[in-house]
């Protein structure tokens, strides 16, 4: 079930109505089921994947709690189980057709259709969920959650599931188990979500997509070097928007149901530094990767180097947690490829600062704040290129840029499309809010929202929507 | 003083800014409702409603503004969104046509060479000469229609033009299975053709009633093009591709460059490849003939009349070994159209356009196109009175 889809709509609609009339003793109970539900709706297996790591987590958590001269077996095992469960499943398809093949050889049995499933959505960012609370539970930032029910609907609320938001065990388990209310200010913010989440993705990221054309990732030298240049920049754009749009309905959906969820994207195109859009893309990952592999690796360094501009202290925790973004998104050579261009930049930008101190981005002048978007929105299409091709693609794709000899673009709706984007962007950034459109006199808003309501209508026309790009990792 | 005053004034404007907006936010809403999680006031809906009757009344104006002829001109070319530009050219002829004359009293359908091969202005004014009644008729022939695509579309314009007759003129060439892929999967998945076969959806409903979404997939469909297709251009593209046809559907020869055979007898005569290529690996395809059998089974609903398409006589010169082929497939034509009890009017045999008729091996000039449409309407003529046919011009 896609959650742009007609049907995701009625079944949201369906289970708002049913919430909101049952007691709110209840609620839990049914948010749960719904959740349940809609997995079932998605992939049969994943919900018995997802029983099966709430169980498992449910029932660990208690133990691991850190004790002074013990070794935390029962922490590792529970990373280790979770980081297997995910490995396992994630790689699922290659490993499976090798072993069927090798069974079938030996015993002449074939694999049951049974198992031969794709990657369950959304079960790495359950990963990193739990990972959270088992060590929010170990260094006794959080106790181990004693209700079952509240546990389960944390893993599963459905609609963060498939993408995130990564959300905090305690700030999530504390809205589960608290009173919650849904007030107009819920409604009109959750509205306003759900309608920006929608032209992101089916109006901007799909319209983005289609401009691009099909082999141009696949066969670069087939294109100008201009036209390539260009098509990575919309590239950039359709993955945020992609992303951004999606994150927008989650947390929209889950704003109706009275749930604040973090947020994910704030203008990263904005950015100044790279240390910046760090801080405005995919947020929730990377705060995630802050408090659990950067923090505690630098942490770790300078007991042992107490120089902290020591090269070693700089660069290598954040090598390495651009290492670990990389392996969770996916085990390849390209994406490690990605994940130390995006480490490097970063490291660049550390000692930059440590050379030449320079104001906080904010107080330098409008020129080289520009300058410092143009160049972070540069370096980030750089990045996009292992992201989204292999290593030999990528090569393919950079040997082929030093084709200029004649020129090629896409057709001016992209250039519409990146400009409707940024203009989303500049009014959320300049008012500092994403719902800013709800501050507008009452004409505008209903210009814009006619505007939104016709664009969504006529872009999904005659063109199904696209699957979310990160709905595959 | 000055500077005060104009205080003054702007905070007067902002209470009175906040009261309009008070009362705005009154405006159409809902409330109290408290009910466990839910707590609100008023149930904010008069925002939504107006956007909605907005957006509503934008769309309708579009519409109003698409059906003048002044606007509409100036627009892409209306689309069902098959992709086939020379579908969306027939399709707005055939509405022309059924509007200014009322009815569409028989429908010829093909693929490129019934769109070359039939004139309906003769082919009418020899069956007027044969029963002294006129009929409007309609040469629906497109390039690389094949049976499978050329179903569905036949069903969904009977259904809707209520024809009294539909001419379906096959080949062997078009039984082949390797002949229009691209087309047939366009219009099997095609909301417009599904919506005509019962199939309800937006899209289907939307091309059919709104002309302002016909000329938004024209748009669409131009816009993926590449950008030396502009949409000034449109008119002299139409042109160089021959898409250009007279008010009842047949190629309008002017356009079409004029040849005879003489010139394809040059060095090589087997250069007009293209056929010759298809016809050397020719493999007559399951699903052609079941699309066959669909059309003939639209008999139970309005007259069927089913035509050999003739090739160029010489065609059997340059492939002796394809003539047992092409008679195994005119032998199950045959077959099928006894079994629906079809009229099938063979053509072949009997040789009747000379070398001077021919474009190419498999269409007819303007010249044979005459000879070839005559002999077509005193057929159909001759069937009426013979009772073989009911008379398109009679029937209720």
């Given amino acids: 079930m896609e959650i742009t889809s007609l049907g995701f709509g009625a079944f949201v609609i369906g289970c708002l109505v049913l919430y909101y009339l049952l007691p709110v003793r209840g609620q839990n109970y049914f948010l749960l089921l719904a959740s349940y539900v809609f997995f079932t709706a998605c992939a049969w297996q994943l919900s018995l994947i997802l029983a099966g790591l709430t169980l498992f987590n449910f029932l660990l958590a208690p133990h691991v709690r850190k004790r002074a001269g013990k070794v935390p077996l029962y922490l590792w095992a529970g990373l280790l189980g979770n980081i297997g469960v995910v490995w396992l499943f994630k790689y699922f398809d290659f490993f499976v057709p090798r072993l069927s093949h090798l069974l079938q050889h030996w015993t002449g049995l074939a694999i049951p259709e049974l198992f031969a499933i794709a990657f369950p959505v959304g079960l790495s960012y359950r990963l990193l969920e739990n990972i959270a609370y088992l060590l929010d539970v170990y260094r006794d930032q959080l106790k181990a959650e004693r209700n079952l029910v509240h546990f389960a609907l944390y893993c599963a609320f459905f609609p963060k599931l498939i993408a995130g938001p990564i959300e905090r065990p305690k700030h999530l388990l504390e809205r589960i188990a608290g009173p919650r209310t849904v007030t107009e200010a819920d409604l009109s913010a959750g509205f306003t979500l759900i309608m920006l989440g929608l032209v992101r993705k089916l109006v901007i990221a799909d319209t983005l997509a289609a401009a691009i054309p099909h082999r141009l990732f696949g066969q670069p030298g087939l294109f100008p070097a201009s036209q390539l240049v260009i098509c990575l920049v919309v590239y950039v754009f359709v993955i945020y928007n992609d992303f951004a749009g999606y994150t927008d309905i989650v947390r929209g959906v889950a704003r109706l149901f009275g749930f604040e969820l973090t947020i994910n994207f704030n203008s990263p195109f904005f950015s100044r530094t790279f240390s910046e859009i760090w801080l405005r893309w995919h947020v929730s990952l990377s705060y995630w990767l802050r408090d659990y592999v950067f923090m505690p690796l630098s942490r770790a360094l300078l007991r042992r180097i107490h120089n902290p501009r020591n090269l070693v202290n700089l660069a290598l925790p954040l090598l390495v947690t651009m290492w670990v973004s990389a392996l969770w998104h996916q085990v390849s050579l390209a994406m490690l490829v990605w994940g130390s261009l995006i480490g490097l930049y970063m490291v660049s930008g550390r000692v930059y600062g440590l050379w030449k101190r320079s104001d906080p981005p904010d107080q330098r002048p409008l020129w080289r704040q520009l300058w410092g978007m143009l160049l972070v929105l540069t370096l980030a299409g750089l990045a996009t290129i292992p992201f989204r091709m292999d290593l030999g693609q990528s090569l393919a794709f950079v040997k082929a840029l030093a084709n200029w000899k004649s020129f090629a673009s896409p057709g001016i709706s992209a250039f519409v499309m990146i400009g409707l984007s940024l203009a989303i962007d500049f009014c959320q950034y300049r008012g500092r809010d994403e719902v800013v459109f709800l501050k507008w006199p009452r004409f505008w808003r209903v210009v814009l929202l006619a505007a939104a309501f016709l664009a969504v209508f006529v872009a999904t026309r005659f063109r199904p929507a696209a699957p979310f790009i990160y709905q595959g990792f | ?396």
């Fill in chain 2, 1 to 396: 003083m000055q500077v005060n005053l104009k205080k003054d004034v702007r905070k007067r404007k902002t209470v009175e800014n906040k009261a309009r907006n008070k009362q705005n936010n009154q405006f159409m809403s809902l409330g109290p409702i408290k009910f466990g999680t839910l707590q609100i006031r008023r149930l904010p809906v008069g925002t939504l409603l107006l956007a909605l009757l907005l957006g509503a009344g934008i769309l309708l104006a579009c519409e109003v503004a698409s059906r003048f002829d002044a606007v509409s001109a100036e627009l892409p070319p209306p689309s069902v969104g098959c992709g086939h530009q020379q579908l969306d050219t027939k399709l707005e002829q055939l509405e022309l046509l059924a509007k200014t004359k009322g009815r569409v009293d028989c429908l010829i359908f093909g693929n490129s060479m019934v769109f070359r091969d039939i004139d309906p202005a003769v082919m009418v004014s020899a069956y007027r000469q044969q029963t002294g009644n006129s009929i409007v008729c309609y040469n629906f022939g497109l390039m690389g229609l094949s049976e499978p695509a050329a179903a569905p579309l036949a069903r969904a314009l009977v259904n809707k033009y209520r024809p009294r007759l539909l001419i379906f003129g096959s080949s062997p060439g078009s039984m082949d299975e390797d002949v229009g892929k691209f087309l047939t999967k366009r219009i099997l998945a095609n909301p417009w053709i599904l919506y005509h076969q019962g199939e309800f959806s937006l899209d289907g409903w939307l091309i059919e009633h709104s002309r302002a979404y016909r000329h938004y997939i024209g748009h669409r469909y131009l816009s993926r093009q590449r950008s030396e297709v502009r949409l000034k251009k449109i008119a002299g593209q139409r042109k160089r591709i021959g898409l250009v046809s007279t008010e009842f559907g047949y190629a309008d020869t002017d356009i079409i460059r004029m040849e005879s055979m003489a010139d394809l007898e040059g060095d090589d005569p087997l250069r007009d490849g293209l056929l010759l290529r298809k016809l050397k690996k020719y493999r007559i395809d399951a699903a052609h003939l079941d699309a066959l059998e669909q059309i003939l089974a639209l008999d139970r609903r309005i007259p069927v009349l089913m035509l050999e398409m003739p090739y160029h006589p010489r065609l059997m010169e340059y492939l002796p070994d394809a003539q047992p082929i092409y008679d195994d497939v005119i032998g199950k034509i045959d077959t099928l159209a006894r079994r629906h009890q079809v009229l099938f009017l063979r053509s072949q045999p009997l040789r009747l356009v000379s070398d001077e008729g021919w474009f190419d091996l498999n269409h007819m000039n303007g010249t044979g196109a005459r000879i070839f449409s005559r002999w077509l309407g005193e057929q159909l003529g001759q069937a009426v009175r013979d009772g073989k046919l009911k008379d398109p011009a009679l029937q209720e």
